[in-house]
């Protein structure tokens, strides 16, 4: 099973990542081709994003209704087809119709393939697989830049879109292959857990789950670690690496590509020493960790573009991005995919995962959309320091968002992180229930499986769980019963 949840989470994680990079190197020979200008170029951009925050939209219900591995084989094979009518496009209206059908499949993609991984991944290996599909988008992303640096010499951007369908075609057989049809089936409908007057868990909507005190904080968290992901400014750097590094004073097309190249070589390398930090710290720690210095190096960024109307501070510019990408490598980037996978109880998983997605995908639109607005064609260094000086100070304020809400998930169970976060935070009527303790096992405690409480753990080196002890009883002597079976009487 493990190695068939890898395989997920390679595929998954590469068409992710190529899809979101390959048009960062494209945008020049484009310009050559359409003339594009500042709407242009960021409605191009950000209509990837558009076509995922559908997608996320839409994949919950998909899920429910046609299970989760068919849903990415049809994700995998329409993102081919996406990336086919983008290659072939021969206007601009063409192009981003392209576009927004390959963001639509990956949407679905970003939806589905982390939730399987975590749901039937062991606690002990869960962040080492989530860990794996955020590797595999930042070696997409590189794979991406280097093909585009390739190919950009002689202006093949139709070529560079074109490449985008493979990961499409390698997910549809990987998936059909590798994940058995239990593993990915729908889910069936649970009626048990919904109050009187209250609609269903699996078909009730963001607004009901915050107004439910039980669900009310995995989905916060969720929605949090989601849009945390996303409004640290990762985007302005993907997205425009190249445009950003131009205003920076690296104005050849080889030096900004080069720039670029380290950007996603940096991004590799911090993923895989991410992948090693989660599996021997604790996750809240190497978040807390990773935002600090994301807010750090931003601020030095911001400072050093503003600086460089009056002095050449590129050197400085391009250190403090490259610290942004380690940082945001090695914690927010896979900690924030692995918390909206771990903390959703099971029967809103599907629903809220897709909703928590949607709002990153949504909060990559406004960036990759008014980014290029905000900093001006061509663009502003005052305006784009003062860009990622407001990312510093949201970073800021998501250090301070984990450090009050989110819990610590490391070697935990789903079913004792769902009774933590929901039997424990407070129940349908609102009151304050107490909480399992961090070792011990919740297979056996009634207020999960509402059967009577064992004398047993079910596995070894939890805590053991006690019978309540006996009420005591009163005791009545009577005197004996003695029976008469003299033969002279009888019996009647």
Known sequence: ?????????????GLFGYSIAAVNEALRPLNDTFTLTGLAHGALVSSLLMGALLGCVTAGRLAARYGRRSLLVWSGLLATAGAAVAAAAPTLQTLVAGRLILGFAVGVTTSVAPVLIAEFSPADRRGSLIACYQLAVTVAVLAAFAIGSALAVG????????????????????????VPPWMGARHPRTETSTAPGRAPAETAGLVRCLRDPSLRRPVVVACGAALMSACVGVGAVTYYSTFVFGIAGFHGRGSAEVASLTVGAVNTVATVVGMWLIRRFRRKAVLSAGLTGIAVSLAVAGWSLWASVRASTGPVTVAALLAFMACYAFSVGPIGWLLVAEVLPRRIRDRMAATATSMNWSANLLIALLFPLA????????????????FSIVSLGFLAFTRGCVPETRNRSLTSLE???????GGPSGRRRPTLAPHDCPVDDPRVTGQPRADRCCQAGHARFQSPKPLPTATVSLPPVTWNTSPTRAWW
Do not use: K
Not at 6 to 12: C, D, Q, S
Not at 375 to 390: H, K, M, S
Not at 419 to 425: D, H, I, M, Q, W
């Open 375 to 390: 900093v001006g064609t061509p663009g502003d260094p005052a305006r784009v320091g003062a860009a990622f000086l407001f």
């Open 419 to 425: 009774a933590e976060l929901t039997e424990g935070v």
């Open 155 to 178: 202006g093949h951007w139709r070529l560079m879109l074109a490449v985008n369908g493979l990961p499409g075609l390698l997910q549809a057989g990987v998936v059909r292959v590798v």
């Open 1 to 13: 099973m493990g190695g068939a949840l890898l395989l997920v989470g390679l595929t998954a994680g």
